[in-house]
T-cell receptor, first 111, second 113 residues
Framework: QQQVKQSPQSLIVQKGGISIINCAYE??????FPWYQQFPGKGPALLIA?????SEKKEGRFTISFNKSAKQFSLHIMDSQPGDSATYFC??????????FGAGTILRVKS | ETGVTQSPTHLIKTRGQQVTLRCSSQ?????VSWYQQALGQGPQFIFQYYREEENGRGNFPPRFSGLQFPNYSSELNVNALELDDSALYLC????????????FGPGTRLLVL
């Protein structure tokens, strides 16, 4: 059972553009929603995370939008740069325990 | 870079063999979680160790087992290797019950032939 569905599988964005990645979840008990960035040969690195009591969180060029009623959340990368080219994973967790990951989105930012 | 280290970085085994992967936690962290990441997929939770005992397990067979040591480092053991076990194995350390403190290591790439 895929508890977190992520889209799109891949994304190409021009430098300076906005990258948008979406995730949908099924389990309403989830209470923590992070986004991870992974470069080839590296482990996932936490980018930004949100709790369901807020609808939006912004850190620099990265913003999470959260829609509790729709059970969806998304990552927006403003002013996308070639250095942002990586694989991005959404995830969800409940009660501070294991992370359930989406399948990933390969982002390529063209210069 | 996180303080989580894993060894070895790469490993090649043949089907039916056994393998042991190692992980050192970030300083101050008392919980270790292991994930399997198949090529082109998101990480999948294998199990978690806290106070040297298994503290939650994902949908993996018993041939996947682990240990946690008093210094909070951990091992992942896989017996009777199958071709589908080829993957990147990720270790993540955290404070117990605080997944927001979880940091991942660089992983061990296992290839089963």
């Amino acid at each position: 059972q895929q508890q977190v569905k992520q889209s799109p599988q891949s994304l190409i964005v021009q430098k300076g553009g906005i990258s948008i990645i979406n995730c949908a979840y099924e389990n309403t008990a989830f209470d923590y929603f992070p986004w991870y960035q992974q470069f080839p040969g590296k482990g996932p690195a936490l980018l930004i995370a949100i709790r369901p009591d807020v609808s939006e969180k912004k850190e620099g060029r990265f913003t999470i939008s959260f829609n509790k009623s729709a059970k969806q959340f998304s990552l927006h990368i403003m002013d996308s740069q070639p250095g942002d080219s990586a694989t991005y994973f959404c995830a969800a967790s409940k009660d501070g325990n294991k992370l359930v990951f989406g399948a990933g989105t390969i982002l390529r930012v063209k210069s | 870079e996180t303080g989580v280290t894993q060894s070895p970085t790469h490993l090649i085994k043949t089907r039916g063999q056994q393998v042991t992967l190692r992980c050192s936690s970030q300083s101050g962290h008392n919980t270790v979680s292991w994930y399997q990441q198949a090529l082109g997929q998101g990480p999948q939770f294998i199990f978690q160790y806290y106070r040297e005992e298994e503290n939650g397990r994902g949908n993996f067979p018993p041939r996947f087992s682990g240990l946690q040591f008093p210094n909070y480092s951990s091992e992942l053991n896989v017996n009777a290797l199958e071709l589908d076990d080829s993957a990147l194995y990720l270790c993540a350390s955290s404070l117990h019950g605080q997944v927001e403190t979880q940091y991942f290591g660089p992983g061990t790439r296992l290839l089963v032939l």
